[in-house]
């Protein structure tokens, strides 16, 4: 099943005119995660876990 039968949601912290985060997860366990400047060309596919590694280390302390 492609990425786009499942409708993306986009990043809380996206404002307005903003280049943002979109992500849509699918029923077999896969996260799709693009950002709105190409959004039907560039198209990463993961596991929730792998995005939830990458999450911690994004929000983790600097320095």
Do not use: F, N
Not at 28 to 46: F, M
Request: charged content about 15%; overall charge negative; aromatic content about 4%.
């Amino acid at each position: 099943m492609s990425a786009h039968a499942h409708p993306w949601q986009k990043s809380s912290y996206c404002g307005q005119g903003d280049s943002c985060v979109h992500v849509a997860a699918d029923g077999a366990g896969t996260v799709h995660i693009t950002e709105s400047a190409d959004p039907a060309h560039s198209i990463l596919t993961t596991t929730p876990e792998a995005l939830a590694a990458l999450l911690r280390a994004a929000k983790a302390p600097k320095g």
